[in-house]
């Protein structure tokens, strides 16, 4: 047990060095060419995202392991088109597989409920505080039937598409301040 201990602060060591605060013109840049690719790629999740009360992209998300392994990630929530809040969140992992792979994740608050208790939580914790429906996409691009009636919507993708098997378990969201 102490051995995972030690390889788990390890890897948040190696990945706290790999990732820098981002100014907010630097976020909202990555998350304005995220959802470009999201868009590209599934037209259904794009209306989904027009449609939405809000939008929450982490569009540079780090994933690092020497050993057991955690996420990072910083991003921006989008109401009604414009960067209102940036936000961390982070996870540890408990995969045992060495590297780094980079990801986007996307939060689609689809109701104005669900915005309005995100935005008034301190941390706001998927699941604890609210489902996500974890999205895919069939065969021709289009998003699955089974989540598009729910209040919170998520998204993991990376350039080579989108992510199967993706959870937001474990994951906080927490406002930050960026200049």
Do not use: W
């Not at 948040?12 to 630097?26: G, R, Y």
């Not at 209306?47 to 540079?60: D, M, Q, S, T």
């Amino acid at each position: 047990m102490q051995i995972s201990r030690v390889l788990l602060l390890a890897s948040l060591c190696l990945l706290s060095a790999f990732t820098q605060a981002a100014a907010k013109e630097v976020i909202d840049a990555k998350a304005e060419e995220a959802l470009m690719v999201f868009e590209k790629e599934s037209p259904s999740g794009a209306k989904l995202v027009r449609e939405a009360a809000g939008v929450l992209i982490f569009p540079n998300m780090i994933k690092m392991s020497f050993g057991p392994g955690g996420e990072y990630g910083e991003g921006v929530l989008f109401i009604d088109g414009e960067p209102v809040r940036y936000y961390s969140t982070a996870r540890e992992t408990m995969i045992f597989a060495e590297g780094a792979t980079f990801k986007a994740q996307m939060l689609l608050f689809m109701t104005r409920e669900s915005l309005s208790s995100f935005l008034a939580s301190k941390g706001y914790k998927p699941g604890a505080n609210g489902r996500v429906a974890m999205a895919s996409l069939d065969g021709s691009g289009k998003v699955k039937p089974d989540v598009k009636q729910a209040p919170l919507i998520g998204f993991s993708f990376s350039d080579l598409g989108m992510m199967a098997d993706e959870t937001l378990h474990g994951y906080k969201f927490v406002g930050i301040s960026r200049r």
